[in-house]
């Protein structure tokens, strides 16, 4: 497919942020299939990663099965009418359970919170 023009965008919460600085956009939630999906009907050179977060990179590769690519990382401020990103957001909890488990070595470790992932597709309309 060729999006040559329009980059698709991968965002975090916080990349979300940034580019939502005006226009009207559509957002609605994902399946973590849907997200695969459309992650690989982009080449890789016409996808932009707007963050650096490393779990989210585990995330995209480890838990949604995508192909492993390296994405060019820029910093975007604002989406441009007609592109779409797909968005990646982290859902913190603490645990209600903290389990003691004891690692290979000896040492023990204890479990604080929850992580939680869920994808959303964000088009910037006009």
Not at 31 to 49: F, G, M, N
Not at 53 to 61: F, G, N, P, R
Not at 95 to 107: F, K, R, W
Request: overall charge negative; glycine content about 4%; charged content about 25%.
């Amino acid at each position: 497919m060729d999006h040559k023009d329009l980059p698709l965008l991968l965002l975090d919460n916080s990349s979300m942020m940034s580019v939502l600085n005006e226009g009207v956009y559509k957002c609605h939630n994902l399946s973590l299939e849907e997200a695969t999906q459309i992650l690989e009907t982009y080449d890789e050179e016409h996808i932009l990663r707007c963050f650096s977060d490393q779990t989210l990179e585990t995330v995209i590769y480890d838990y949604l099965g995508a192909e492993k690519r390296n994405f060019e990382y820029k910093r975007i401020r604002n989406m441009r009418p007609g592109q779409d990103a797909l968005v990646f957001k982290l859902y913190v909890t603490r645990s209600e359970t903290q389990p003691v488990i004891q690692a290979d070595d000896g040492v023990e470790a204890k479990k604080i919170q929850n992580v939680y992932v869920y994808c959303q597709y964000l088009s910037r309309i006009s």
